[in-house]
């Protein structure tokens, strides 16, 4: 007569919500482009014509056998914040809106860029920690390509530069 021997296995998820789970979000979805009512803040300075806040999320499982990590499967999105968003409506006009969605398309872009590395990361069973520092580097990669954007375009004013981006992000975002 056989035994069945059982193997215990566990199974852990973690959320971070970088945000209330009730503010307003926006996830991003390649059908659907900001427009400006989308943009609900109050202008927090007269420097600027317009801000996009965004960033990524992300949870992820983990399927442990024993004391060691099987499988580990993650959700990242990137998100849209109408209510930390804003625009001066004097000054802002349909290629500032584009420009300001391309900040959203590369927040998408990195949020692509996180999932691919996670899921080429091998994890102990310090996942949660292991998962943050890869959170942590993507995020400075994602602030850093933001800055350059900005820096290139001269915030949408260099048109032929905004035009290359467009492309760029277009190009990116269709692999």
Not at 20 to 29: G, K, N, R, T
Not at 49 to 59: F, I, P, Q, R
Request: glycine content about 2%; aromatic content about 14%.
């Amino acid at each position: 007569m056989g035994f069945i021997k059982k193997i215990p296995f566990f199974l852990f998820l973690f959320i971070l919500p970088l945000s209330a789970q009730d503010e307003e979000i926006i996830l991003w979805d390649a059908g659907a482009k900001l427009s400006w009512a989308d943009f609900k803040g109050e202008p927090t300075n007269t420097r600027a014509a317009a801000v996009t806040a965004s960033g990524l999320t992300y949870s992820f499982s983990t399927l442990r056998k024993n004391d060691d990590v099987v499988e580990v499967n993650f959700t990242v999105l990137s998100h849209f914040y109408p209510n930390e968003s804003w625009y001066r409506s004097e000054v802002c006009d349909a290629i500032i809106l584009k420009h300001e969605q391309l900040h959203f398309d590369i927040t998408e872009l990195y949020a692509r860029k996180f999932l691919d590395r996670l899921n080429k990361t091998t994890f102990t069973t310090n996942a949660k920690s292991e998962v943050k520092v890869v959170y942590n580097q993507i995020n400075k990669e994602l602030n850093e390509y933001q800055n350059l954007y900005d820096s290139e375009t001269n915030f949408s004013r260099n048109r032929e530069q905004q035009q290359l981006w467009e492309i760029k992000l277009d190009t990116l975002l269709k692999d």
